[in-house]
């Protein structure tokens, strides 16, 4: 979604019409991604991986290769991508967590609420 948003508030800029400079820019949020990944900052790692989907298709909107849509929901431990609620929580109706380090973060995240229920996680757009 940032991405994207991104991408529109500059569209007068030529700024992501250069495929070579959308590379480049998910080559440097992949470096980073690793980092955020070895500090198990979990939550940093979803917002790269859903920030560079949307580089990725704005890269590629011109060509045969573009998806219809970027996917819209993300975990840890699924290798396919998710494009609907039912996919999503389909995952975690099997009694199973895909990624159990990823599990612990969020509850140490939501521990804080009075009703983590209510919780809806939200990344800032910055890292």
């Known amino acids: 979604m940032h991405a994207l948003d991104r991408a529109l508030q500059m569209q007068g800029s030529g700024e992501y019409s250069h495929p070579c400079y959308i590379g480049g820019k998910v080559r440097a949020y992949e470096t980073l991604k690793k980092e955020k990944r070895s500090a198990k900052r979990y939550e940093d790692v979803a917002y790269i991986e859903g920030y ?28 396919s991508d998710l494009y609907s609620l039912t996919s999503f929580l389909r995952l975690f109706s099997r009694g199973s967590v895909p990624h159990e380090a990823a599990r612990k973060r969020a509850q140490r995240l939501i521990s804080k609420f009075e009703d983590p229920r209510s919780v809806e996680f939200h990344h800032p757009p910055w890292l």
């Open 52 to 79: 560079t989907n949307g580089m990725v298709f704005l890269a590629v909107a011109n060509t045969e290769d573009r998806p219809v849509r970027p996917p819209l929901y993300f975990t840890f431990g699924q290798k």
